[in-house]
Every structure is written in structure tokens, then in C-alpha cells.
């Protein structure tokens, strides 16, 4: 048996409980595209704190293709439609590179049928940015958040995860076995960095 919802998407409440449909618009015309897009009846889920976990995460197995995703669009014209930053956070060079973002973007995993997005809620006097998680089923939620975790367990195996202090305060960062920490990475003062750099030199 279906669960019932007493305060439809169906329905406009404009005149009868304006606040709940500022609220409701955003939920709305996603839920919308998504039922379009796929053929099947999507519904928001919360996911609680995990959403917080997911935005680093995911977007770094996004980067090294350990997911299959589609960026579906973006939601608000007057927000950015893309991000360009820089992906080491480490590095005092300005490496500034396209990188995906769930901000204004609704991002698709076609595997588990699960839909993200990090949008904006505007009301009278307020506006604020808000994890919104959508899927086809609360199952299909749990299935997509399991997955992932045994996806970055599995990362974080094959490689060494440094917790570093920057300007930008702390940061997680992860480096294969093999991997080479290149010497502009190093946040040392300067001198430092020329006194170790020159002993490591001269020692090998």
C-alpha cells in the first residue's frame, strides 16, 4: 500500500499557507524533472548527518571515476552555473581547474537512483543553502549510502591520509603508496623548506 500524503506536490498552497509553498517550489519542480526524466515517482529523503560526509567524499570518487554520474542541471539561473577552484589544497601555487560541485547542480547516480544537490531556500526575509537528497525509494537511499561507505573504506586502503593544517583550516588529504609529494605542497616557511630540501639533496 502507497503511503498517502496529505499536503500533495499536486497542489498549489499559495493563498492557503504561503511560507510551506516557498518551501515547497524547490522540492516540487525537482521532483518533477525527475519523475520526467526517469518514469518512476521520486521523493526526498533524509539521509541526516551523512549528508555532510558526502559532498568531500563523492566528489572525490567522482574525480576518480569510481562513480558514474550526470550533472542534470543546474537549479537557479541567478546562481553559478560552475565552479572553477583549486583541487590541491595543499599547494601554495594557484592550480585553478573546472571541478564538479554539488552547489545549484542536481548531480544523478543512474545505479542507484539517487539525485543530490546542495540548493537555495528563499522565503520572506531568509534565504539559505541546503543538502536536498532525492531517490526513488528510501530502500534505494540506504543501498546508495552503503555502497559508498565500502567505497571510500576501500579508498582509504590503498592509500595514506594525512590530516593538514592550512590556511583554510584542517584538511583531509590522500596519497597512494607511490605517490610524490612535490615540494610546492610543503607548508613550511620558506627557509625551512630550503634547509630541509637542501640536506635531503645532498644526502642522496
Known amino acids: ?104 547542480n542536481l548531480i544523478f547516480f543512474p545505479q542507484y537512483n539517487v539525485a543530490l544537490t546542495l540548493a537555495f531556500n528563499y522565503s520572506a526575509g531568509n534565504t539559505w543553502p541546503e543538502y536536498h537528497f532525492f531517490s526513488t525509494s528510501v530502500e534505494n537511499a540506504l543501498n546508495f549510502l552503503q555502497e559508498i561507505n565500502e567505497k571510500l573504506r576501500q579508498l582509504l586502503m590503498q592509500s595514506v591520509t594525512y590530516l593538514v593544517d592550512t590556511e583554510s583550516g584542517v584538511q583531509r588529504r590522500n596519497y597512494g603508496e607511490q605517490a610524490v609529494v612535490s615540494r610546492e605542497d610543503v607548508l613550511l616557511a620558506e627557509s625551512i623548506k630550503q634547509d630541509i630540501f637542501r640536506s635531503i639533496d645532498e644526502f642522496f
Open 1 to 104: 500500500m502507497q503511503k498517502q500524503i496529505l499536503f500533495s506536490h499536486q497542489e498549489d498552497f499559495r493563498k492557503s499557507h504561503p511560507h510551506y509553498e516557498d518551501f515547497a517550489i524547490l522540492s516540487r519542480r525537482i521532483i518533477s524533472f525527475l519523475n520526467d526524466l526517469t518514469n518512476e515517482n521520486w521523493q526526498s529523503i533524509d539521509i541526516g548527518e551523512s549528508t555532510l560526509q558526502l559532498d568531500a567524499n563523492l566528489l572525490e570518487m567522482m574525480e576518480k571515476d569510481l562513480l558514474d554520474y550526470e550533472v542534470l542541471c543546474s537549479i537557479f539561473e541567478t546562481k553559478s552555473q560552475g565552479k572553477v577552484a583549486s583541487k590541491s589544497q595543499l599547494s601554495f601555487e594557484n592550480k585553478l581547474e573546472v571541478v564538479e560541485t554539488f552547489e545549484n
